[in-house]
């Protein structure tokens, strides 16, 4: 049933905000530093193209992710946030969209504070 949740998905909103964080992604690895940050971007990326049948758990890195965060938060986080809840809403006028808005909330969640975050 993941899958065929994952392929309606893709259709109706999932790639578009992939390419979002690709985006993100990509802007970030062009500085040295900002490689950890695009990378994770990557794996949201991923998370975004197919999030039905997998749970985000929560570990513990400390301070540094923490700083990542907060830098994610300012440059890239609140677009990506308010793009998954723009979806969250238009797929919210139908009954059947209901199970894809609850998904596109998760990950709006996950937007904001993607880092310390792992997706099993």
Do not use: E
Not at 35 to 41: K, N, R, V
């Amino acid at each position: 049933m993941s899958c065929l949740g994952n392929l309606i998905w893709m259709i109706f909103g999932g790639i578009v905000n992939a390419l979002g964080w690709l985006f993100f992604g990509v802007l970030w690895c062009i500085t040295i530093i900002g490689i950890p940050i695009g990378l994770q971007c990557f794996k949201m990326a991923k998370l975004q193209l197919a999030p039905f049948g997998k749970d985000v758990v929560t570990t513990d890195d400390g301070g540094v992710s923490l700083i990542m965060n907060i830098l994610w938060l300012i440059f890239g986080g609140l677009f990506m946030c308010l793009a998954n809840l723009i979806s969250a809403v238009l797929l919210c006028i139908t009954i059947i969209g209901i199970p894809f808005a609850m998904q596109s909330v998760k990950i709006a969640k996950l937007s904001l504070m993607p880092f310390g975050k792992d997706v099993v």
